[in-house]
């Protein structure tokens, strides 16, 4: 199995939510070139992991390799908005060295969750329910 994680242009805004997960509220990034959603080893293990059957390479769209693929994340985060609670969305990740960086929601989250990333408005709108989740620009 093969996973894409593109890296975002530099001119390009990257879009951030604050999610809680394992009683940690982490900035989410929001990355639709990224196949999957992906967390980062710290937050893993806090979480607790479950082991793969077989290893994944995951190829960013440089051609660059990322480390890890043995193990998965199966949980809940939680989305709040000025301290509003927005939701609670299941997440299946893969684990992999990302840096400083915490959490991916990658493309499958959003399609699984009925997400579309509103680029003008900087903000995830839920196309079923209506939910519109405001993100932070960086």
């Not at 196949?35 to 190829?59: C, F, Q, T």
């Not at 693929?69 to 509003?84: E, P, Y």
């Not at 900087?122 to 993100?135: E, H």
Request: with cysteine; aromatic share 6%.
């Amino acid at each position: 199995m093969s996973l894409t994680v593109r890296r975002t242009p530099r001119h390009t805004p990257l879009l951030t939510v604050r999610v809680l997960i394992a009683r940690e509220e982490v900035k989410a990034i929001v990355d639709c070139a990224a196949s999957a959603p992906v967390v980062g080893e710290r937050l893993a293990k806090k979480i607790g992991v479950w082991k793969r059957a077989r290893k994944v390479n995951v190829k960013q769209g440089d051609g660059t390799n990322l480390s890890g693929g043995n193990f998965v994340v199966n949980t809940m985060i939680q989305i709040f908005q000025d301290k509003a609670f927005i939701g609670k969305f299941s997440l299946d990740a893969k684990v992999l060295d990302i840096g400083n960086k915490d959490l991916i929601l990658g493309l499958s989250w959003l399609v699984e969750n009925r997400f579309m990333v509103d680029t003008e408005g900087w903000c995830l709108r839920n196309v079923n329910t209506g939910i519109v989740i405001k993100c932070s620009v960086r």
